[in-house]
């Protein structure tokens, strides 16, 4: 009898645990990552040094916010995505937001960014947007600063793929590097800022790496050598085009497997499965220990 309660004693906290792991956790409302390098608001992305990984995915969220500088936040395929509600006339939700730090260079990866009317927000320079999805959006990406660099991200059935606002005309350096995009089916692919103000001045981009450039599904042009780039450039803006666009998409969307353990198995019959196995091996050692012990009576 003390050798079956020393088991059920051992294996109580591995169900304890098991269940404390995988079960659902909040991640709902405002996260921040603060200046400190601290996370507030979710238990689904812990910090290594400075990166920051998603465990699993945050729905029915309100953004993240981020203080820190000299960071990468790997979304690791999984999802952010926004609540749905009503918002006040004249304000904004954001997927992420990069505040207005002294100096940023931040990197965001790997991310799926769903359904926010900005899905990242930029007020600094220095960041790298690289390989996310971001859909659904009244906006994908959002430069209010520059230099930033946008590289091989699905933007898809947005409003505007990437917007990019005026720039004080006390900037040195004011362009960004873009390329390896797949620009699907945005109501206005890119809008550059066709500035007025004589305070302020335009972005200047760059739209490739030497040899190619950005996926542009309402591309229209030829590649009669077949080598994968367009004959003719993409037209941007008045002042912004394409010169080596894709004929076929390099940055494809996420698909990631949400369910439990990585797999398509959603993640209550998983932890349900799972728990009743252990609970069977369980009750499993406890008849093998009653049946010895019965044979040692006799």
């Known amino acids: 009898?003390?050798?079956?309660?020393?088991?059920?004693?051992?294996?109580?906290?591995?169900?304890?645990?098991?269940?404390?792991?995988?079960?659902?956790?909040d991640g709902s409302g405002i996260i921040f990552i603060l200046d400190d390098g601290s996370i507030e608001g979710t238990n689904k992305i812990?910090?290594?040094?400075?990166?920051?990984?998603?465990?699993?995915?945050?729905e029915d969220s309100y953004g993240i916010i981020v203080n820190a500088s000299n960071i990468i936040i790997d979304g690791n395929g999984h999802m952010l995505k926004?609540?749905?509600?009503?918002?006040?006339?004249?304000?904004?939700?954001?997927?992420?937001?990069?505040?207005n730090v002294t100096s940023c260079n931040v990197t965001i990866r790997n991310l799926q960014i769903l359904d926010f009317n900005i899905g990242i927000y930029s007020w600094t320079a220095n960041n790298m947007v690289e390989a996310n999805t971001i859909k659904g959006c009244n906006m994908?990406?959002?430069l209010a600063e520059s230099p930033n660099t946008i590289i091989g991200n699905h933007i898809e059935d947005n409003i505007q793929g990437l917007?990019?606002?005026?720039?004080?005309?006390?900037?040195?350096?004011?362009?960004?590097?873009?390329?390896?995009?797949s620009f699907v089916n945005n109501t206005m692919q890119v809008y550059d800022c066709e500035c007025t103000d004589p305070h302020t001045i335009q972005h200047l981009?760059?739209?490739?790496?030497?040899?190619?450039?950005?996926?542009?599904?309402?591309?229209?042009?030829?590649?009669?050598?077949?080598?994968?780039?367009?004959?003719?450039?993409?037209?941007?803006?008045?002042?912004?085009?394409?010169?080596?666009?894709?004929?076929?998409p390099i940055a494809s969307p996420i698909n990631k497997n949400g369910g439990f353990l990585g797999t398509s198995l959603p993640n209550e019959v998983g932890l349900a499965l799972t728990a009743g196995a252990i609970i069977?091996?369980?009750?499993?050692?406890?008849?093998?220990?009653?049946?010895k012990k019965s044979k040692n009576y006799k």
Do not use: C, Q
Not at 46 to 58: E, K, L, Q, V
């Open 140 to 142: 994908a990406i959002f």
């Open 82 to 99: 926004s609540v749905p509600r009503i918002l006040p006339v004249g304000s904004w939700d954001f997927g992420i937001e990069l505040s």
């Open 1 to 25: 009898m003390k050798k079956t309660k020393a088991t059920f004693l051992i294996l109580l906290p591995i169900v304890a645990w098991f269940l404390a792991a995988f079960s659902p956790v």
């Open 205 to 248: 981009n760059i739209w490739d790496n030497g040899v190619s450039g950005n996926y542009w599904s309402d591309y229209d042009g030829t590649d009669v050598n077949t080598d994968g780039i367009g004959d003719t450039p993409y037209p941007i803006s008045s002042d912004d085009l394409d010169a080596f666009p894709l004929i076929a």
């Open 46 to 58: 812990y910090r290594n040094g400075n990166i920051y990984t998603f465990s699993g995915d945050i």
């Open 163 to 181: 917007f990019m606002g005026p720039l004080a005309d006390t900037h040195t350096t004011v362009f960004n590097v873009v390329y390896h995009n």
């Open 280 to 291: 069977a091996l369980s009750a499993t050692v406890y008849v093998l220990f009653k049946g």
